[in-house]
């Protein structure tokens, strides 16, 4: 699962389930989140040191819509505690709560839902 988090209004403005995490994934996430925001120019994108965050295609999509990337400092926990939240959250209100799921598209379902 990846997520992507509008810090100021405290919502998911993109994500994406898959059952590998390649550098696809957050792509998806980030490609939902342009789309939901609109105007990106000026924007921060903060994330951890993830090879997935670290990627070529995902600095370059970052570049081409004015998006700037920030990257977290190494062992510091602070840097993602509000993705760190809202993951536990996810995880205990969605995963751990409904599981076991039949596949993906149950996941994807089930987050639609929470999301709304």
Same mark, same amino acid.
């Given at each position: 699962?990846?997520?992507?988090? @509008?810090?100021?209004?405290?919502?998911?403005? #993109?994500?994406?389930?898959?059952?590998?995490?390649?550098?696809? *994934?957050? !792509? =998806?996430? /980030?490609?939902?989140?342009?789309?939901?925001? $609109? @105007?990106?120019?000026? /924007?921060?994108?903060?994330?951890?040191? #993830?090879?997935?965050? !670290?990627?070529?295609?995902?600095?370059?999509? *970052?570049?081409?819509? $004015?998006?700037?990337?920030?990257?977290?400092?190494? #062992? =510091?926990?602070?840097?993602?505690?509000?993705?760190?939240?809202?993951? $536990? !959250?996810?995880?205990?209100?969605?995963?751990?709560?409904?599981?076991?799921?039949?596949?993906? @598209?149950?996941?994807?379902? $089930?987050? /639609?839902?929470?999301?709304?």
């Amino acid at each position: 699962m990846a997520f992507v988090i @509008d810090v100021f209004s405290r919502y998911i403005v #993109g994500w994406c389930v898959s059952t590998t995490m390649h550098a696809e *994934l957050i !792509l =998806d996430a /980030l490609e939902q989140a342009i789309w939901h925001r $609109g @105007d990106t120019q000026g /924007l921060i994108h903060q994330s951890d040191r #993830g090879s997935q965050y !670290l990627s070529i295609k995902y600095t370059e999509r *970052l570049m081409e819509s $004015g998006i700037t990337a920030s990257v977290g400092s190494v #062992g =510091d926990s602070y840097d993602n505690a509000m993705a760190e939240t809202i993951n $536990g !959250l996810f995880k205990t209100e969605i995963i751990r709560r409904n599981g076991p799921w039949k596949n993906v @598209d149950a996941v994807e379902y $089930g987050t /639609l839902e929470w999301e709304n």
